[in-house]
């Protein structure tokens, strides 16, 4: 039997170039030799979009337009909708007593996220206690790979510690304990050279982005302030352009002659953003077209599909999960 893959996205917006290179290439890459769930994690995108549940209902037809278009095939891979599977919800409660508060406050992903949102005490618990719901997600679907960028890896980290405990506490061994896959570019920087590109935060190219905005955003990239005359020397660490060519460049050498020559002085800024541009509208153009020949009726019912062959899998979990546990039918 193949092993599991389960991982996800949330809701809140199109799916960006951080997530292409962080955790779908991986998954496309996987799909074929892995039993791979894609869930749009719809039930995680409400812990701080509760105020406009519509936003993330019309982003979930959204994010299985970018899935496809960009090679995921559902053949190969199971796209489900987590609010679809309320054993996931079910799950949570019971991992909810496996976890301290003080443990939740140590997540470092979730303490950036808190200072990002401006929450302070006024968190909502479901926001908080998110780490707990994603260990769910995991274990329910039985995965032992998690293809996904760095922000999470706390979150393997903290399902992991909820699986030891699950199994030791009530002598079994029915979790099992899941291992991230990163890649190269385990976390792409924003446009506006923030740490993460992120759909909240608004600095990101997305995947269905038009050709004029992909450019208009790649010339908006912050490089080295310093580096005024195309004469000047310039820095190639922190500058965005460079990280962007890093991850979408395919040629090592031409780069490292670039950054030489960047570094040196003798090269503007309009020549680096002009060969970025050029490699992110060859890499983005066939997707856009995927995407627009895709019909909503047939993604709605590949996202059915994918969601009725999920909840057969959740069920056999949830049945384990009770029986470990004690827990009685009456
Ligand atoms: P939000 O702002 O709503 O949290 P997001 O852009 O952070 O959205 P998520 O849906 O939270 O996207 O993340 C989905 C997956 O994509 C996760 O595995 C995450 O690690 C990965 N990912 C997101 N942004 C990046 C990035 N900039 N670089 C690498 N991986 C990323
Ligand atoms: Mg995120």
């Keep these: 039997m193949k092993k599991k893959i389960l991982t996800g996205d949330r809701p809140t917006g199109q799916l960006h170039l951080g997530h292409y290179v962080g955790s779908l290439q991986n998954r496309i890459k996987l799909q074929s030799s892995y039993d791979q769930y894609i869930l749009v994690?719809?039930?995680?995108?409400l812990t701080d979009h509760f105020a406009h549940p519509e936003k993330v209902s019309q982003n979930i037809i959204e994010i299985a337009k970018d899935y496809l278009s960009v090679g995921i095939d559902p053949e190969q891979t199971t796209i489900l909708i987590q609010s679809q599977i309320p054993e996931i919800a079910e799950l949570t409660v019971y991992y909810l007593n496996l976890v301290t508060l003080g443990r939740l406050r140590r997540n470092p992903t979730i303490k950036y996220e808190?200072?990002?949102k401006g929450y302070n005490e006024a968190i909502p618990a479901g926001f908080f206690c998110y780490p707990v719901s994603q260990a769910?997600?995991?274990?329910?679907?039985?995965?032992?790979l998690v293809p996904v960028g760095e922000d999470q890896l706390p979150m393997i980290e903290q399902t992991n510690e909820i699986v030891r405990r699950f199994n030791r506490l009530y002598h079994t061994e029915t979790l099992k304990e899941c291992k991230a896959v990163l890649s190269k570019t385990a976390r792409l920087v924003g446009i506006d050279g923030k740490s993460k590109s992120s759909k909240s935060l608004g600095n990101a190219i997305a995947l269905a982005d038009p050709p004029e905005v992909i450019k208009q955003k790649v010339f908006q990239m912050y490089t080295d302030p310093d580096h005024i005359k195309a004469s000047d020397p310039g820095r190639v660490e922190g500058n965005v352009v460079f990280a962007y060519l890093d991850a979408f460049h395919p040629d090592l050498e031409?780069?490292?002659d670039l950054k030489a020559h960047y570094r040196r002085g003798g090269l503007g800024d309009v020549v680096i953003k002009n060969m970025l541009n050029d490699r992110l509208q060859l890499l983005l153009a066939p997707i856009r077209a995927k995407r627009d020949s895709l019909d909503a009726k047939m993604v709605k019912e590949i996202l059915h599909q994918g969601t009725v062959k999920a909840a057969q899998l959740a069920k056999e979990t949830i049945k384990m999960v009770r029986e470990a546990m004690g827990i009685q039918s009456f």
């Design 254 to 256: 031409i780069l490292a």
């Design 114 to 116: 808190m200072q990002q």
């Design 136 to 144: 769910a997600d995991i274990t329910l679907f039985q995965a032992e």
């Design 41 to 45: 994690a719809d039930l995680q995108a």
